[in-house]
């Protein structure tokens, strides 16, 4: 009987920490390749705004840079790639051509600063606890098929939960 026991005892404590692993964002990391996506988040849609916005943490485990140069997603018009900067105490956000992923580093997207996923003419407003579907596509031939999970704005990139690889923040460029 006391095998019995501790043996369930055993089964128990492996469900909860794979229940726990489950849900912790490590275990929402995706891979293709040398890429991994560590964390996919959007923030919830503005009242009577047509864009949102998308965030990555994203880590080039190779030895060779990579660059985002393409994203789409059916929730929305089309999605572009950006950056924003404060200028003069004034928010400047523009599109650019691609979001660079260098070698060995980690790219941590964040509301308020650097390079960011423009969900431009949202079909309907982002809500807290959705997820967005976005396929990123990459220099070096790869795509992600990704789920961006809708998050208030303080639970954006992980809270500074630490990543493997060297830091780069989305705001250097």
Not at 52 to 57: K, Q, V
Not at 138 to 147: C, D, H, K, R
Request: net charge positive.
């Amino acid at each position: 009987m006391m095998t019995h026991l501790m043996s369930t005892r055993r089964w128990l404590a492996c469900g909860a920490a794979a229940l726990m692993m489950a849900t912790s964002p490590a275990a929402m990391a995706q891979r293709a390749g040398d890429i991994e996506v560590a964390q996919a988040q959007a923030l919830p849609s503005i009242p009577g705004a047509r864009n949102g916005g998308g965030f990555l943490t994203i880590v080039n485990h190779g030895k060779a840079d990579d660059k985002i140069v393409a994203a789409s997603s059916a929730v929305c018009g089309h999605v572009e790639l950006h950056t924003m900067s404060m200028e003069n105490n004034i928010m400047r956000m523009r599109e650019v051509g691609d979001i660079p992923l260098p070698a060995g580093k980690t790219l941590r997207m964040q509301p308020g600063s650097g390079y960011h996923l423009m969900l431009m003419d949202l079909k309907e407003p982002l809500k807290i606890g959705a997820t967005v579907p976005v396929t990123v596509k990459f220099a070096g031939g790869g795509q992600m098929e990704l789920q961006l999970k809708v998050e208030p704005r303080d639970k954006i990139a992980g809270g500074g939960a630490a990543m493997p690889g060297k830091g780069m923040q989305g705001g250097m460029h």
